[in-house]
């Protein structure tokens, strides 16, 4: 796949942005060479390959480097509140943003 001018044009029109020839030329080129880099990792067979949790765990044991996702009771609550600029019966209290 591989964009013309007038494409760029229409994504720029529908982004609002007011794009220069050189800066038009300039984006084509640099959208046209992403879409070179995904048709090549599409065209790698991966058959048989099974997803990543998380990147690092190509190299190493990620499990071992992340801790458990526990609920904490040793939390000083009132410690975490003292910089909050309004506090009631332990909640935080927020302006209201919707009306």
């Known amino acids: 796949m591989s964009l013309n001018t007038q494409d760029i044009a229409r994504i720029a029109h529908l982004a609002r942005l007011e794009l220069q020839p050189q800066e038009s030329e300039r984006m084509l080129a640099q959208i046209n060479a992403f879409f070179e880099i995904v048709e090549k990792m599409r065209a790698v067979d991966t058959a048989g390959v099974e997803p990543l949790t998380h990147p690092v765990a ?16 040793d939390i000083d609550r009132e410690a975490n509140q003292r910089s909050a600029p309004a506090v009631e019966l332990g909640l935080f209290l927020v302006p209201k943003v919707i009306e």
């Open 58 to 73: 190509a190299v190493q044991d990620v499990a071992l480097r992340l801790r458990e996702d526990v609920a904490s009771r």
